[in-house]
């Protein structure tokens, strides 16, 4: 498990990173849940947040 911190800033450049307007809360708490505790790409990608 990688230090809070670390998550943390995950966390942080994801929601700066990703355009907000096309993901409603839960969705993006989802994803960066996910890709935070499993270490991985979030579920959707910016080509489907973009084109949905």
Do not use: C, E
Request: net charge negative; glycine share 4%; hydrophobic share 45%.
């Amino acid at each position: 498990m990688p230090p809070i911190t670390v998550m943390l800033g995950n966390l942080i450049s994801n929601l700066i990173h990703h355009n907000l307007i096309y993901m409603d809360n839960i969705t993006l708490t989802v994803n960066l849940f996910a890709m935070n505790i499993f270490g991985r790409q979030t579920i959707f990608t910016d080509q489907d947040i973009q084109n949905p």
